[in-house]
T-cell receptor
């Protein structure tokens, strides 16, 4: 049971480039979400999904797209990277019965 | 989500109990209290949760007041590895979860 996995661990982009952060879970959780964490701050919710085919916006969705074609995968797309998107990105999945979330190790993104 | 309030930082001597408070005065009847911690730059880790009864697991104990407006996370014998940021979250059902700044716990040798 790998839990929640994220790739890549580190990424450097130039302004204007696009990329996809991958997230996968093997716990058959319906609910998945993406957060970003900036230095000295808490986690801010970007997008979330309550099941395959269903996504919704969180606190800071601008500049990011998501889709959920399978229960296992929840990729986050940066459409045109900006320096303000330099951050650590965490993916999480949530156990339906009891509500606790499990987080991936994070992706550290730098946009120059 | 109901709003929670936590002190920004706390210190605890190694080997002593760490008691981390959380206020959630607007909690609804169907909302649970969850605690997570984040060690350095790792992903947050689930610790414990409860509705109205006190809960205990291998990591910690959770004490919820009778009116459910506040709770305390107790780490019975804090170690240096417990140094982390601790987040108190209130959530019910399919509510989306947002995290505040949490409490930075420093365990002192």
């Amino acid at each position: 049971n790998a839990g929640v996995t994220q790739t890549p661990k580190f990424q450097v982009l130039k302004t204007g480039q696009s990329m996809t952060l991958q997230c996968a879970q093997d716990m058959n959780h319906e609910y998945m979400s993406w957060y970003r964490q900036d230095p000295g701050m808490g986690l801010r919710l970007i997008h979330y999904s309550v099941g395959a085919g269903i996504t919704d916006q969180g606190e800071v969705p601008n500049g990011y797209n998501v889709s959920r074609s399978t229960t296992e995968d929840f990729p986050l797309r940066l459409l045109s990277a900006a320096p303000s998107q330099t951050s650590v990105y965490f993916c999480a999945s949530r156990r339906t019965e009891t509500g606790e979330q499990y987080f991936g190790p994070g992706t550290r993104l730098t946009v120059t | 989500d109901a709003k929670t309030t936590q002190p920004p930082s706390m210190d605890c001597a190694e080997g002593r109990a760490a008691n981390l408070p959380c206020n959630h005065s607007t909690i609804s009847g169907n909302e649970y209290v969850y605690w997570y911690r984040q060690i350095h730059s790792q992903g947050p880790q689930y610790i414990i949760h409860g509705l109205k009864n006190n809960e205990t697991n291998e990591m910690a104990s959770l004490i919820i007041t009778e009116d459910r407006k506040s709770s305390t996370l107790i780490l019975p014998h804090a170690t240096l590895r417990d140094t982390a940021v601790y987040y108190c979250i209130v959530k019910g059902g399919y509510q989306k979860v947002t995290f505040g700044i949490g409490t930075k716990l420093q365990v002192i040798p």
